[in-house]
C-alpha cells in the first residue's frame, strides 16, 4: 500500500529555515519513473507546486521560489527533504508532499498525496 | 511559465446537475493536463489524468476532455460527496503548475 506523509516542525520564525520530510512507504525514490513533488497551499488560496525529485535525483523548482528551495533524497531511508530558506509569515500554509508517476503516453501526475502539514511562520 | 486559467472560479449547483469545469493553458500543452479534487482538511484526490483518463477508483460520473490549451472537467449528475475546490494541473513544462481552483458549492 502506498502512503507518504509529512514531518517537520509546525511553527517557525520569520528568516529562519523550514526544513520537511516527507517519509514514503509502498514504493522506493529510486524506482524508475516516479518522483516525490512538494506542493503547499496558503490559507484561502491555490495550491502551488514548490519542488519535484525524479528517481534519478534529478531536481526541479518553482521558478519564482527556486533561489530559496532545496530538495533532497535519502534513499536508505526512503525519504525526501525540502528546505525553504529565510521564511516569511506569508509561506504559512499547509505543505503536501505527493508521488509523481506517469502514464503510458508519459504525462506525469501525482497519484498519492500525504495528509499535509500546517506549517505558521511567525513574525 | 505555463498559466493555467480557470473558470469559473466557483459555481452554485444542487445534487444531481450536471457540472462543466473548464481550464485554459497559456501555450499549448497536449493532453498534459490533470485535475484533482480539493476537501478542506483533507489530501488533493487526482481525478483525471493525461486530460481524459480516469482514476482507478474515480466514480465514472467525473470525466475530462480537451487538448492543446482547451480542457474541460465534468460531472455528469453531482453527488453530495462532489462538493469541493477542483484544479487543473499542466505537467508539460519543465516545471508543473495548477489554475487557480473552482469552488463548487451547494445552491
Known amino acids: 500500500q502506498i502512503s507518504l506523509k509529512e514531518s517537520g516542525p509546525t511553527l517557525v520564525r520569520s528568516t529562519q529555515t523550514l526544513t520537511l520530510t516527507c517519509t514514503v512507504s509502498g514504493f522506493s525514490v529510486s524506482t524508475r519513473d516516479l518522483g516525490v513533488g512538494w506542493i503547499r497551499q496558503p490559507p484561502g488560496k491555490a495550491l502551488e507546486g514548490l519542488a519535484l525529485i525524479h528517481w534519478d535525483d534529478d531536481k526541479r523548482y518553482s521558478p519564482s521560489l527556486k533561489t530559496r528551495l532545496t530538495i533532497t533524497r535519502d534513499t536508505s531511508k526512503n525519504h525526501v527533504v525540502l528546505t525553504l530558506t529565510n521564511m516569511d509569515p506569508e509561506d504559512t500554509g499547509t505543505y503536501y508532499c505527493?508521488?509523481?508517476?506517469?502514464?503510458?503516453?508519459?504525462?506525469?501526475?501525482?497519484?498519492?498525496w500525504g495528509p499535509g502539514i500546517l506549517v505558521t511562520v511567525s513574525s | 511559465d505555463i498559466q493555467m486559467t480557470q473558470s469559473p472560479s466557483s459555481l452554485s449547483a444542487s445534487v444531481a446537475d450536471r457540472v462543466t469545469i473548464t481550464c485554459r493553458s497559456s501555450q499549448p500543452i497536449s493532453n498534459f493536463l490533470n485535475w484533482y479534487q480539493h476537501k478542506a482538511g483533507e489530501a488533493p484526490k487526482l481525478l483525471i489524468y493525461?486530460?481524459?483518463s480516469l482514476q482507478g477508483g474515480v466514480s465514472s460520473r467525473f470525466s475530462g476532455s480537451g487538448s492543446g490549451t482547451h480542457f474541460t472537467l465534468t460531472i455528469s449528475s453531482l453527488q453530495p460527496e462532489d462538493f469541493a475546490t477542483y484544479y487543473c494541473q499542466q505537467t508539460h513544462s519543465v516545471f508543473f503548475s495548477f489554475g487557480a481552483g473552482t469552488k463548487v458549492v451547494s445552491k
Open positions: 505527493a508521488r509523481r508517476t506517469i502514464s503510458w503516453e508519459g504525462v506525469p501526475y501525482f497519484d498519492n
Open positions: 493525461a486530460a481524459s
